[in-house]
């Protein structure tokens, strides 16, 4: 049986991976360090922790389910004790990225973020229809990247990011560069920023005299069609004539030229990572 230490236990999302581990066909060894980790640990999953040092020496597979701006410390921490052919599994590119894991040929690093559940999905169940993160009730998508290691790590560690992330549909493969440009660059840096700014924009409107409950509808079930329409969901859905002109007329308003490159950039990507990895 496959021994996986799971680091961060008892943290959020460890107590999430902890829950779909504890109906898989692994074997866990839950480490935390925090009382409160601990106890939370203890009460949701019904889990006890082992000693640092115990779990990583044992482990096939070790989960860092812990900040990123720890992981690069913590990584150096136990090298030393996790043993050859082991793997070490990441759940966000930022530390890989920014070159923060130690060196240590004869062990794997591999990457895996959830892409969480999709906007557009067939959920019938309320339960699903309110899991929005995912990893519980809701079906996602989620990405993956082997960075160093045997190809055959790439599998072992895929099923371990699937029993993670489930219910899990389609898994994608990519390369750590890559999983940085998905995230931080296009997810936060710009879709959680715009996200915001819609939100911003909708509180102006209410502002400006229009009731908060119709300022919400009305953003919300327009994002559903505009969305459907710029990602080709929508089958034969085009914007109108007038939206085509309200949208030539706000680009140069609302961005800058340039601002894309400026976000994508090789040299942008890389400063972002290493600011998320920034202990201070």
């Known amino acids: 049986m496959t021994k996986i230490a799971l680091m ?34 203890k009460s949701e999953v019904g889990a006890e922790t082992v000693e640092e040092g115990q779990a990583v020496s044992g482990a096939d597979v070790i989960v860092m389910a812990t900040p990123d701006r720890l992981i690069g410390k913590i990584a ?19 530390a890989p990225h920014a070159g923060e894991l130690p060196d240590r040929d004869d062990v794997s690093y591999f990457v895996t973020h959830p892409c969480h559940p999709p906007i557009f999905n067939d959920e019938t169940e309320q339960a699903a229809k309110m899991d929005f993160f995912g990893g519980v009730h809701a079906k996602q998508h989620i990405v993956c990247a082997l960075m160093q290691g045997p190809e055959e790590d ?25 999983i ?43 994002l ?17 004539d007038g939206a085509l002109h309200a949208i030539d007329k706000a680009r140069p308003v609302i961005f800058k030229d340039g601002w894309m490159d400026a976000v994508f950039d090789p040299a942008a990507v890389m400063q972002s990572v290493k600011d998320i990895c920034d202990p201070n």
């Open 8 to 41: 961060g236990a008892g943290g959020k999302m460890g107590v999430r991976l902890a829950t779909n581990l504890k109906a898989s066909r692994y074997d866990v060894d839950h480490v935390e360090i925090s009382d409160d980790g601990r106890a939370r640990l």
């Open 154 to 178: 790439y599998a072992r560690c895929e099923e371990v990011a699937r029993t993670i992330y489930a219910p899990v549909m389609r898994s994608h493969r990519c390369t750590v560069e890559q």
């Open 180 to 222: 940085a440009i998905l995230e931080p660059a296009l997810s936060e840096t710009i879709g959680a920023t715009l996200a915001l700014a819609l939100r911003e924009a909708t509180d102006e409107a209410v502002r400006r005299g229009v009731p908060q409950q119709a300022a919400h509808d009305f953003m919300i079930g327009h």
């Open 224 to 240: 559903n069609i505009e969305l459907a329409i710029a990602f080709g969901i929508f089958p034969g859905g085009v914007f109108s």
């Open 76 to 94: 150096h921490q136990i090298i030393d004790k996790v043993q050859a052919g082991a793997a070490i599994v990441m759940l966000d590119a930022a």
